[in-house]
């Protein structure tokens, strides 16, 4: 079992930054794909970012440049660097935990990123 807790979350304004972060607890974190989801209002989430244990990552386009995912094994958290934010990614973002090898996952409960003048 896995616990996720995101927080970093906000009111922003465009080409702004923020840092979100997820803490993981109950299991071994370094061998878990983490990512940041996000879903804006009517749309389906998508994947914004991951993670593999040995940190490869991935991103979806529109944030190439401007997030950046990384993980620190010592402390089981996750991180999302969000720079030069747009209005379009005002979302409710979401920590995922993704068991390489079983393929069990975990979700976190989700933190509110707005960017509005």
């Known amino acids: 079992q896995v616990q996720l807790v995101e927080s970093g979350g906000g009111l922003v304004q465009p080409g702004e930054s923020l840092r979100l972060s997820c803490a993981a607890s109950g299991s071994i974190f370094s061998i878990y794909v983490m990512g940041w989801y996000r879903q804006a209002p009517g749309k389906q989430r998508e994947l914004v970012a991951r993670?593999?244990?040995?940190?490869?990552?991935n991103y979806v386009d529109s944030v190439k440049g401007r997030f950046t995912i990384t993980r620190d094994n010592a402390k089981n958290t996750v991180y999302l660097q969000m720079n030069s934010l747009k209005p379009e990614d005002t979302a409710v973002y979401y920590c995922?935990?993704?068991?390489?090898?079983?393929?069990?996952?975990?979700w976190g409960q989700g933190t509110q990123v707005t960017v509005s003048s």
């Open positions: 993670i593999s244990g040995g940190g490869i990552t």
């Open positions: 995922h935990a993704l068991h390489p090898i079983t393929r069990r996952d975990y």
